[in-house]
């Protein structure tokens, strides 16, 4: 018999991540804080919970994609959490970006009533999610993770086992000071072309042909020379990871100078009013900086 599916956190990744899964013809229970979340689900058969914790009694699997570490610990620690419900074989499995060390405290507190935990956090945007060809960063036991994996093949391309519980989260951290840093390359690129008057959209096709070719210069540079910031990834977002990131560096002493830059970037762009575009507006910022207008 196949397992039950519980999904919390419908939001512009978690609903076409739900979504793909009731597409692959599992059993699925959902919850949100919003009567309106969950109504695409219902519509697509998923059956609707009041809370976390009647998630978690109906569910074998629980899936959760909340915006940061507090909601995580409401959601599966609180009075109507997960922990309440959930039954002793059960797994918890929080694809949201959170605190590492709170990973492993969540963990602990699941652990005590025999249910198993992995952190498995996403990169790849909205489209990822609705294409189903996320990347995932796993951290948890393997037995779990064998468990979980053709779920977590549904939803992603990508699905890598990094180590113990918190390493995913690590390994997310790892992911956003990488693609952050390359934002800021590719909007610094960007800004030096269309000072020297030259030609931007023919500087970034040149470069893709080369090393300097990502998927950032891909993506994002086009952005940056259209001026289009509609979200993937909301620079709030983006903002919040950054200060995850932060904290972890702190504890563990250490100095990470491009993690920095990129965290005062995104603290610039949310201070403006600007944290609902996409984190690729860093380059905005760097205009602005420069005394420049946006050419798009």
């Known amino acids: 018999m196949s397992e039950i599916l519980g999904f919390i956190g419908l939001g512009i990744m978690g609903r076409p991540m739900a979504l793909n899964l009731l597409r692959a013809g599992h059993e699925l229970q959902v919850h949100a ?37 507090p909601d995580v610990e409401a959601v599966i620690l609180g ?78 391309q990508n699905v890598v086992h990094i180590g113990d519980i918190g390493a995913g989260q690590v390994c997310k951290s790892c992911n956003q000071v990488v693609v952050g840093a390359t934002i800021a390359g590719v909007a610094e690129a960007i800004l030096l072309a269309q000072a020297s008057g030259v030609d931007a959209a023919r500087v970034r096709e040149a470069l893709l042909g080369g090393f300097a070719n990502s998927r950032v210069l891909e993506v994002h540079g086009q952005r940056m020379i259209d001026d289009d910031f509609k979200p993937g990834f909301k620079a709030r977002l983006h903002q919040k990871d950054m200060r995850i990131l932060g904290e972890a560096a702190a504890e563990l002493g250490l100095c990470l100078p491009s993690a920095a830059m990129i965290s005062q970037y995104l603290n610039a762009l949310v201070g403006q009013g600007l944290g609902d575009l996409d984190s690729a507006a860093i380059a905005k910022i760097l205009q602005a900086l420069n005394g420049r207008e946006p050419s798009g």
């Open 79 to 156: 009075e109507q959490g997960v922990i309440q419900g959930a039954r002793p074989g059960s797994v918890i499995v929080d694809m949201s970006t959170i605190s590492a060390s709170a990973t492993r405290r969540i963990a602990e507190r699941l652990g005590e009533r025999g249910v198993e935990m992995l952190d498995a956090p996403v990169s790849g945007g909205e489209a990822g999610a609705i294409e189903g060809k996320l990347s995932i960063m796993v951290g948890g036991s393997q037995g779990a993770f064998r468990r979980v994996l053709p779920l977590l093949q549904v939803m992603g």
């Open 33 to 69: 804080r919003r009567a309106a979340s969950m109504q695409p689900l219902a519509d697509a058969g998923a059956q609707t919970c009041a809370s976390p914790a009647e998630v978690a009694r109906r569910a074998d699997v629980i899936f959760t994609m909340v915006a940061d570490t």
